[in-house]
């Protein structure tokens, strides 16, 4: 009997397609029939409305909005000529995707169920709301073996006696005391074909336990200090699952003779970028500012950028994304330490795996078929994202040493759930922090591949008028500063300020970096000027604000007659003499009277009452209730 059932991501990032091509393995795995798309294919691969189960895997973006790629099938469904029948015999469920940093936290997953519910579509399994900011995978987990349990449920009726065949069928290994490993794709024979093997090899967790401590093991010639990482305290006892291993799927062909051209390589191999209302520019970084004193906690940095050469538009309040780079040092050592020293730079071909067991298996469309690993690691895959559990699953079956590898599956298994959050998650553990840890293992740099995410571009916010010029923009960032320890094993600085502020600080050569325009559907002054503005901002978040206040400016040169409304900012840095940004500039807009009132509040000074922007919205509520309820002001929050 046919278990088919509809499985839709809407994705941004690649999260939700990531997190769905999960559930197609396991529900495969299960005896189930899932048909995956994408959501963007809509009336090309499925018709809604012909549907009668569906699982759909979405994520929020800006203010609650659909990722890019639902917008089609969002209009389509929003029509108000539909009836409140037109999805009456489909049952759903929807697993939303979000950060409970921005206010309307998996707000988009939520319009979806209302308008599915509005349409006459009914529930079969509750729906589920993963948090990015706390770990994804805290309610993915779980979520994913309920929603196992619903779909039997729903074929139970017609189907009870397949249900009862692979009632026994797990996709993860259970793991009393033994570890089960699937030696089809051990390290004895990286060479060998991926079948799923019958027989399993056990390790007996009571040898592991009386072997030397784990604090014993070396990285580097030195002990961990941090042995949480590389011990369980105290141990894990009793049965533990592991994820299923993943199929491998890529393979590396390399032609040593061949010469290639990386710099006319596509970025990215043309992937389309997040949010963008442009093609990549190649912008010149015309002057660099410090704009921090050198005894502040954080060190910020003004970029100006020329765009003369580009059709780019922008307004105030608009923001851009930088294509950036991954630390080339940190890169060099990644690839010592995969042993591909030899063809990091040598022309290779990625290709599919012939006879992978892998359904729907592709190339990510991230990477070019034809390069260089190097240029891989560069400018394609994202090194220092926390790796994820099937990650750390498959990094087990190419850790020899015993001890590691007990504990890379303790650290992927659902039992080890909080000392992933806590070891690797929330220290922000890199694939290279991994790899020094445990020093036996050493995958095929093909697994890596399939496994990194995207290098995502990061956007700014710009802090310039094109009204002053429409051919520069400005943005600031602070430089991140990431110190070693918590597991963390060697200092580094943010992705894309570290690589702004060491390589591109050369103006004299006006050195290029590749942007793009950014969506922005709200944030912007409003079009009558004489509305009042209430401007939030701590730290660099004071960049659109600066801005907003140039374009006034400009307005007010360019129109002497303009009835414009007051602004008052409130503004929070930690010192008044060391990090306080844009201060000669914000008190000259005061005084030519484009900002109406200043407020700044200084939370590590002692000698200011009002130490946080809020404690100063606070101490002027009074004013701002009568801005807010007597004059209708628009409130501008950012950073």
Same mark, same amino acid.
């Given at each position: 009997?046919?278990?088919?059932?509809?499985?839709?991501?809407?994705?941004?990032?690649?999260?939700?397609?990531?997190?769905?091509?999960?559930?197609?393995e396991?529900?495969?795995?299960?005896?189930?029939?899932?048909?995956?798309?994408?959501?963007?294919?809509?009336?090309?691969?499925?018709?809604?409305?012909? $549907?009668?189960?569906?699982?759909?895997?979405i994520?929020?973006?800006?203010?609650?909005?659909?990722?890019?790629?639902a917008?089609?099938?969002?209009?389509?469904?929003?029509?108000?000529?539909?009836?409140?029948?037109?999805?009456?015999?489909?049952?759903?469920?929807?697993?939303?995707l979000?950060?409970?940093?921005?206010?309307?936290f998996?707000?988009?997953?939520?319009?979806?169920?209302?308008?599915?519910?509005?349409?006459?579509?009914?529930?079969?399994?509750? =729906?589920g709301?993963?948090?990015?900011?706390?770990?994804?995978?805290?309610?993915?987990?779980?979520?994913?073996?309920?929603? #196992?349990?619903?779909?039997?449920?729903?074929?139970?009726?017609?189907?009870?006696?397949? %249900?009862?065949a692979?009632?026994?069928?797990?996709?993860?290994?259970?793991?009393?005391?033994?570890?089960?490993?699937?030696e089809? %794709?051990?390290?004895?024979? %990286?060479?060998?074909?991926?079948?799923?093997?019958?027989?399993?090899?056990?390790?007996?967790?009571?040898?592991?336990?009386?072997?030397?401590e784990?604090?014993?093991?070396?990285?580097?010639?030195?002990?961990?200090?941090v042995?949480?990482?590389?011990?369980?305290?105290?141990?894990?006892?009793?049965?533990?699952?592991?994820?299923?291993?993943?199929?491998?799927?890529?393979?590396?062909?390399?032609? *040593?003779?061949?010469?290639?051209?990386?710099?006319?390589?596509?970025?990215?191999n043309?992937?389309?970028?997040?949010s963008?209302?442009?093609?990549?520019?190649?912008?010149?970084?015309?002057?660099?500012?410090?704009?921090?004193?050198?005894?502040?906690?954080?060190?910020?940095l003004?970029?100006?950028?020329?765009?003369?050469?580009? *059709? =780019?538009?922008?307004?105030?309040g608009?923001?851009?994304?930088?294509?950036c780079e991954?630390?080339?040092?940190?890169?060099?050592?990644?690839?010592?330490?995969?042993?591909?020293?030899?063809?990091?730079?040598?022309?290779?071909?990625?290709?599919?795996?012939?006879?992978?067991?892998k359904?729907?298996?592709a190339?990510?469309?991230?990477?070019?078929?034809?390069?260089?690993?190097?240029?891989?690691?560069?400018?394609?895959? %994202?090194?220092?994202?926390?790796?994820?559990?099937?990650?750390?699953?498959?990094?087990? *079956? +190419?850790?020899?040493?015993?001890?590691?590898?007990?504990?890379?599956? *303790?650290?992927?298994?659902?039992?080890?759930?909080?000392?992933?959050?806590?070891f690797?998650? $929330?220290?922000?553990?890199?694939?290279?922090?991994?790899?020094?840890?445990?020093?036996?293992?050493?995958?095929?740099?093909?697994?890596?591949?399939?496994?990194?995410?995207?290098?995502?571009p990061?956007?700014?916010s710009?802090?310039?008028?094109? #009204?002053?010029?429409?051919?520069?923009?400005?943005?600031?960032f602070?430089?991140?500063?990431?110190?070693s320890?918590?597991?963390?094993?060697?200092?580094?600085?943010?992705?894309?300020?570290?690589?702004?502020?060491?390589?591109?600080?050369d103006?004299?050569?006006?050195?290029?970096?590749?942007? +793009?325009?950014?969506?922005?559907?709200?944030f912007?002054?409003?079009?009558?000027?004489s509305?009042?503005?209430?401007?939030?901002?701590?730290?660099?978040?004071?960049?659109?604000?600066?801005?907003?206040?140039?374009?006034?400016?400009?307005?007010?040169?360019?129109?002497q007659?303009?009835?414009?409304?007051?602004?008052? #900012?409130?503004?929070g840095?930690?010192h008044?003499?060391?990090?306080?940004?844009?201060?000669?500039? #914000?008190?000259?807009?005061?005084?030519?009277?484009i900002?109406s009132?200043?407020?700044?509040?200084?939370?590590?000074?002692n000698?200011t009452?009002?130490?946080?922007?809020?404690?100063?919205i606070?101490?002027?509520?009074?004013?701002?209730?009568?801005?807010?309820?007597?004059?209708?002001?628009?409130?501008?929050?950012?950073?």
């Amino acid at each position: 009997m046919e278990r088919r059932f509809l499985l839709l991501f809407g994705s941004q990032t690649g999260q939700s397609q990531a997190v769905a091509e999960e559930i197609f393995e396991k529900a495969l795995e299960h005896g189930f029939q899932p048909d995956l798309h994408n959501i963007n294919e809509t009336e090309k691969k499925f018709n809604i409305e012909k $549907e009668t189960l569906l699982v759909l895997v979405i994520s929020s973006t800006g203010d609650g909005e659909p990722p890019d790629t639902a917008l089609k099938f969002w209009r389509r469904i929003r029509k108000k000529t539909l009836g409140s029948d037109y999805l009456g015999n489909l049952r759903y469920t929807i697993l939303g995707l979000g950060d409970s940093n921005y206010s309307n936290f998996c707000q988009n997953p939520k319009n979806f169920d209302l308008r599915f519910q509005q349409l006459g579509a009914q529930h079969f399994y509750s =729906m589920g709301f993963a948090d990015d900011a706390i770990g994804l995978e805290i309610v993915v987990e779980p979520w994913i073996d309920g929603l #196992l349990s619903a779909l039997k449920s729903q074929f139970s009726e017609k189907s009870s006696s397949l %249900d009862h065949a692979i009632s026994d069928k797990n996709p993860q290994t259970d793991l009393n005391l033994k570890r089960q490993i699937d030696e089809t %794709d051990s390290v004895k024979d %990286d060479n060998k074909q991926d079948n799923v093997a019958n027989e399993f090899t056990t390790v007996d967790l009571a040898i592991v336990s009386t072997e030397k401590e784990l604090a014993d093991i070396k990285v580097d010639e030195k002990t961990i200090e941090v042995s949480s990482l590389v011990k369980s305290i105290p141990p894990i006892e009793g049965q533990i699952v592991v994820p299923a291993l993943p199929h491998s799927f890529l393979e590396v062909h390399y032609s *040593e003779d061949e010469s290639i051209d990386l710099d006319s390589l596509c970025i990215q191999n043309g992937a389309a970028l997040p949010s963008a209302t442009t093609d990549i520019v190649m912008a010149n970084i015309v002057n660099v500012s410090t704009l921090t004193r050198q005894d502040a906690v954080k060190t910020a940095l003004e970029i100006q950028l020329e765009i003369t050469e580009s *059709e =780019m538009t922008f307004e105030p309040g608009d923001s851009f994304g930088i294509v950036c780079e991954n630390s080339r040092d940190e890169v060099e050592e990644l690839i010592l330490r995969l042993s591909v020293t030899n063809v990091a730079d040598s022309v290779c071909y990625l290709k599919l795996k012939e006879g992978t067991r892998k359904k729907n298996a592709a190339i990510p469309p991230f990477l070019p078929t034809r390069t260089t690993i190097r240029h891989l690691l560069v400018t394609c895959c %994202d090194i220092r994202t926390p790796i994820k559990k099937g990650f750390i699953r498959m990094l087990a *079956e +190419y850790t020899p040493n015993t001890l590691e590898k007990a504990r890379l599956q *303790e650290l992927c298994s659902r039992q080890g759930s909080s000392q992933y959050t806590h070891f690797i998650r $929330e220290p922000n553990l890199s694939l290279l922090d991994i790899l020094k840890a445990f020093p036996s293992c050493c995958p095929p740099i093909e697994r890596i591949l399939e496994h990194l995410p995207r290098l995502l571009p990061r956007p700014y916010s710009i802090s310039s008028s094109p #009204l002053v010029s429409r051919k520069h923009l400005n943005f600031v960032f602070n430089i991140v500063e990431i110190p070693s320890g918590s597991g963390r094993q060697y200092s580094r600085k943010g992705v894309c300020t570290g690589w702004l502020s060491s390589s591109q600080i050369d103006c004299n050569n006006k050195p290029k970096i590749p942007i +793009y325009g950014r969506k922005n559907s709200s944030f912007h002054l409003p079009s009558d000027l004489s509305i009042p503005m209430i401007l939030i901002g701590a730290g660099t978040g004071l960049a659109p604000f600066i801005g907003f206040l140039q374009h006034r400016e400009a307005q007010v040169k360019q129109y002497q007659d303009l009835l414009c409304g007051p602004i008052w #900012l409130f503004f929070g840095c930690r010192h008044n003499e060391r990090d306080y940004l844009y201060r000669s500039e #914000l008190e000259r807009f005061h005084e030519v009277g484009i900002l109406s009132n200043i407020s700044v509040s200084f939370s590590r000074d002692n000698s200011t009452s009002a130490r946080y922007v809020q404690d100063n919205i606070l101490l002027h509520s009074d004013s701002v209730c009568k801005l807010l309820l007597e004059q209708n002001a628009v409130v501008y929050v950012c950073g």
